[in-house]
């Protein structure tokens, strides 16, 4: 069974949540840009969780079938980025996440309810 994008960044939510990853949000982008449907942003606290948390996305996204395409970040791990296509997970550092705050630049993005 083929898992929508929406259903694949919940899977990556949990993942995610797994390796106590907080303030996990779930942005649908699909109506902004061509570039994927689905953002999954999360923070962690260490550079080691940071780690963690993106290994742990990347195997279970794995085990149902879907393949990261690209990644970026893993060497400082402050701010990684797993492309899978239509979803792209961004793992961050507090102060990084701050700075970058994706949120409020994809603001007219749609939350997606996730409770961990």
């Known amino acids: 069974m083929e898992r929508t994008a929406n259903q694949l960044a919940t899977e990556a939510a949990n993942a995610a949540a797994d390796k ?6 779930i942005l649908d982008i699909s109506g902004l840009t061509p570039i994927a449907d689905c953002f999954v942003i999360c923070s962690a606290n260490s550079s080691t969780q940071v780690d963690a948390v993106a290994r742990a996305v990347e195997e279970k996204l794995a085990s149902l079938g879907v393949s990261c395409k690209a990644r970026e970040g893993l060497t400082e791990a402050r701010w990684v980025l797993l492309d899978f296509g239509d979803l792209v997970v961004h793992v961050f550092r507090p102060e990084e996440r701050e700075f970058y705050n994706l949120e409020r630049l994809w603001g007219d993005a749609v939350e997606v309810p996730f409770e961990a």
């Open 20 to 25: 106590k990853a907080k303030d996990i949000k």
